[in-house]
Structure formats: structure tokens, C-alpha cells
């Protein structure tokens, strides 16, 4: 169980245009979903956390219009990156929090875009 | 500032021995502190949770203690295997912080044959 679907896994997109991530929770329910980003050989950075029914919240430096985010249902977390550009080529991955105590995060498999 | 620290350096040990990662951390107040592992391309995989109340937490060949004083988390692997071979990264949920989990930069462990 505890099962965090992410698509697509790889994307490469032309400068310009946007591209829209899924994550979806397959076998639980999740008010709250959470988006990162992870570079090279770094940790992941928390974008924002997703919230089911109401307004993502961004972390400090992260632009909301650029990456929008939508939770319409308990199981579907969607981030689009609007006008990408080349700095935004990244691996994403979204995370959600199974109802089961003391257990951790569930991750998607991330995916990782490529703007060219 | 806040902090969470794990040796960037790679770790290399032999087959069958014990690994043992750090985190430590500074201005904190973590109520729990979980252990993933990530391998190449993927997304981490949760192994372990230790609460502030816990010293110690094991899972089949793996242990975790935390030390509120030191401000540090020391991840063991017992007879490591090369198939162990992965980034592991420790994670920080603070108090008040409504879930959200911050990460350490992880440590990469090479396990060889």
C-alpha cells in the first residue's frame, strides 16, 4: 500500500512552452501533497506544499505563477511549469503522507524535465 | 540558521561490514527524523522514523538512534550488501511546522563486493 503514482518520468519541452506533472495518491487520501525539485547531486528543496481545496503555499523564492499548482482531489496534486526555460530543467518529485503512524513520506518516482 | 548536515563525502566500505551515516542538525526542534534512501533517477524511499522520545529504532539489518542533545541521528547498516549501495538521505519534521519535511544533502554509500 501507500502507493504515489508521478507522470510523466521524463519530459524534454522546448523553451517557451509549459508542461503539466501529475501525482497521484492510488490507494490513500491526501489533503496534503508537497513538490520538490532536486538538482545535480543536491538534496531536495521544497517547493511548495498543496493543499486539497484550497491555494498552494510556496516556499521564499519560489515563483507561484511560474509553477502552478492544483489539488482538486483527495488523490490528484498537479504542478504545471508555465513558459519553461532552461534553468527549470530539474528532477521533480512530489511526496504525500499516507495515514499510518509512524510511517514516513511516500514519493513519486519523480520526473525529470529537460527544456531545450 | 537552520541546518541539517550529512557528510557529503562518499562512503566506501567492504561487504559484510557496518555502515554508519551522521545527520546532525542545528536549530531544530525535530518531532520525528526519518531516514530515505535514493537511488539514481528515482524518488527517495522512506526506511525509518524515530521519534524525539525514541533513542533507538531497528529494522531488519537497519538502526537508527537520535540524540536530541548532540543534535544528531546515526544510521546503521549491518552486514551491507552491494545492493545497499544508494544515497541516503535523513529528514527533519520540526515542531509546528505542519509536516513539512526538510532534508539533508544525503550521503552516498558504496558498497563493495
Known amino acids: 500500500g501507500a502507493v504515489v503514482s508521478q507522470h510523466p518520468s521524463r519530459v524534454i519541452c522546448k523553451s517557451g512552452t509549459s508542461v503539466k506533472i501529475e501525482c497521484r495518491s492510488l490507494d490513500f487520501q491526501a489533503t496534503t501533497m508537497f513538490w520538490y525539485r532536486q538538482f545535480p547531486k543536491q538534496s531536495l528543496m521544497l517547493m511548495a506544499t498543496?493543499?486539497?481545496?484550497?491555494?498552494?503555499?510556496?516556499e521564499q523564492g519560489v515563483e507561484k505563477d511560474k509553477f502552478l499548482i492544483n489539488h482538486a482531489s483527495l488523490t490528484l496534486s498537479t504542478l504545471t511549469v508555465t513558459s519553461a526555460h532552461p534553468e527549470d530543467s530539474s528532477f521533480y518529485i512530489c511526496?504525500?503522507?499516507?495515514?499510518?503512524?509512524?510511517?514516513?513520506?511516500?514519493f513519486g518516482s519523480g520526473t525529470r524535465l529537460t527544456v531545450v | 540558521s537552520q541546518k541539517i548536515e550529512q557528510n557529503s563525502e562518499a562512503l566506501n566500505i567492504q561487504e559484510g561490514k557496518t555502515a554508519t551515516l551522521t545527520c546532525n542538525y542545528t536549530?531544530?526542534?525535530?518531532?520525528?527524523l526519518q531516514w530515505y534512501r535514493q537511488d539514481p533517477g528515482r524518488g527517495p524511499v522512506f526506511l525509518l522514523l524515530i521519534r524525539e522520545n525514541e533513542k533507538e529504532k531497528r529494522k531488519e539489518r537497519l538502526k537508527v538512534t537520535f540524540d536530541t542533545t548532540l543534535k544528531q541521528s546515526l544510521f546503521h547498516i549491518t552486514a551491507s550488501q552491494p545492493a545497499d549501495s544508494a544515497t541516503y538521505l535523513c529528514?527533519?519534521?520540526?515542531?509546528?511546522?505542519?509536516?513539512?519535511?526538510?532534508f539533508g544533502g544525503g550521503t552516498r554509500l558504496m558498497v563493495k563486493p
Open positions: 536549530n531544530y526542534s525535530p518531532a520525528y
Open positions: 529528514a527533519l519534521m520540526n515542531n509546528n511546522a505542519g509536516n513539512m519535511l526538510t
Open positions: 511526496s504525500a503522507t499516507p495515514p499510518v503512524d509512524g510511517y514516513g513520506y511516500t
Open positions: 498543496s493543499n486539497e481545496g484550497s491555494k498552494a503555499t510556496y
